[in-house]
């Protein structure tokens, strides 16, 4: 650019308001001032240091993701030749038979039994949830630790689950009604029963095995990892660490199966999964994410990940009477974690207060808060288990992670910590 034309061009940068958004389409650059929804309805919108969590609503989509979500609800498309294009290509770049995208892991979980229950048989899908007395399978066999709270996703189908703890157990509690052998990737330590046994256990008795993947990914192997081991069937999000719509996720697995699952969900039928509609857009938006994801430079970005943990462990860890520890969590939500921990008779502040402070500060911040896995209080920010209520109550810690970041948050995280922790002394 000439001098003269980039003065020209600087010399409109003052008229664009905050409102305004200068954005490259396709090489053109268009100064429409665009309506900012979030400010006209007072909804408070934040820099999120604590991770993907679905009541923080979960993630930014990639630029790639927005730009695919845009361009094509512009267009019409037949629903069932969206899924089976992109199907195909995801099911190749996951080393599966066959792939859909569903409208979120949880919902590739009920879909993917869904789907065994009723096989091809339309007459089936149209009895789901009600299994009593139809002859159709009916159970679930999962370890007891890897029962948690979103195995609710099976008993929307009609099953129910059954827990076992050792192999003996599951040779004793697989029947006629069995449909699946389900596995929960991020208790996969707190189980006796090991990936691979599971696995040899489902082909043995001829009965499928699932995984739930959830927050497994980094590392990006993980994406293909189960489907090669022989998991039948394989959930993921693909509004967390991936980046695509937080209203998306992809069931992987056998091509009978997917194909069933299909069968259960919109744009067919009036059953239950039709609550489970994901539209072209989001198809194709979980696609470019999943994309995107495969041939991303992970390295780089962990690399990024941690420099900006530095920074803000940094920032505070010569504060008198604070004690900082980066960890990385060995399964599920795998990224740089700082934990922020003090002596309360030097800072006078809980868990809670600190994270009250960063909140309603400017700008506003949400961190992490207590020393439990993340997703025990994905429930609400201040509705968490009223059990987990009590055990956090006087933590004097709060965790930040920074893969939800956008470049400089950083520096600002890091400034308002250091901040309120001096001012709580
Ligand atoms: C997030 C999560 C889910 C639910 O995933 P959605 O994509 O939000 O439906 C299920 N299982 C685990 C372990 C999770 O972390």
Redesign the pocket.
């Known amino acids: 650019m000439k001098r003269r034309k980039v003065i020209q061009s600087l010399s409109t940068l003052p008229l664009i308001s905050s409102l305004s958004v200068a954005k490259v389409t396709g090489g053109q650059i268009s100064r429409k001032k665009k309506r900012d929804i979030i400010a006209e309805l007072g909804i408070r919108s934040f820099i999120n240091a604590a991770g993907t969590l679905?009541y923080m609503s979960g993630c930014i989509m990639h630029d790639e993701v927005v730009e695919t979500i845009e361009n094509t609800s512009r267009h019409f498309c037949m629903i069932d030749e969206v899924q089976d294009k992109v199907g195909e290509k995801i099911a190749k770049l996951v080393h599966s038979e066959a792939a859909m995208v569903t409208c979120?892991?949880?919902?590739a979980m009920t879909l993917g039994l869904a789907g065994v229950l009723t096989g091809l048989d339309v007459r089936k899908v149209e009895q789901l949830p009600h299994l009593a007395g139809t002859g159709m399978k009916s159970e679930v066999i999962c370890q007891k630790s890897h029962n948690?709270r979103?195995n609710h996703a099976f008993l929307n189908t009609g099953c129910t689950v059954v827990e076992v703890e050792t192999l003996a157990d599951v040779e004793r509690a697989i029947s006629e009604r069995t449909a699946l052998l389900h596995f929960?990737n991020?208790t996969a330590n707190a189980g006796q029963i090991k990936h691979e046994e599971w696995v040899a256990i489902g082909k043995k008795y001829n009965i499928p095995t699932s995984i739930?993947i959830?927050?497994d990914v980094p590392p990006v192997s993980n994406l293909w990892k189960f489907n090669d081991m022989g998991f039948d069937l394989v959930f993921i999000?693909?509004?967390?660490a991936m980046r695509g719509p937080q209203s998306a996720?992809i069931l992987m697995g056998r091509k009978d199966i997917v194909a069933a699952a299909r069968l259960n969900a919109p744009p067919r039928g009036y059953t239950v999964a039709r609550g489970h509609k994901v539209n072209k857009e989001e198809i194709l938006g979980m696609y470019v994410a999943l994309e995107k994801f495969v041939s991303g430079d992970h390295d780089r970005e962990w690399k990024d990940w941690e420099a900006q943990i530095a920074r803000i462990e940094g920032a505070v860890k010569d504060l008198p009477g604070i004690t900082t520890k980066v960890t990385i969590p060995e399964l599920?939500n795998i990224t740089p974690t700082l934990t922020i921990s003090w002596d309360e008779s030097i800072v006078k502040l809980t868990g809670r207060e600190l994270r009250d402070k960063l909140r309603f500060g400017s700008p506003s911040i949400e961190a992490g808060f207590s020393g439990l896995p993340l997703?025990y209080y994905q429930a609400g920010s201040d509705s968490i288990d009223p059990a987990m209520e009590e055990t956090l109550k006087g933590a004097n810690l709060i965790r930040v992670t920074a893969w939800m970041l956008q470049p400089g948050e950083d520096k600002i995280v890091a400034r308002r910590i250091r901040e309120e922790l001096t001012a709580g002394r």
Do not use: P
Not at 237 to 240: M, R
């Open positions: 679905t979120g892991a949880f919902s948690e979103y929960l991020i739930d959830a927050a999000s693909g509004g967390k996720g599920g997703y």
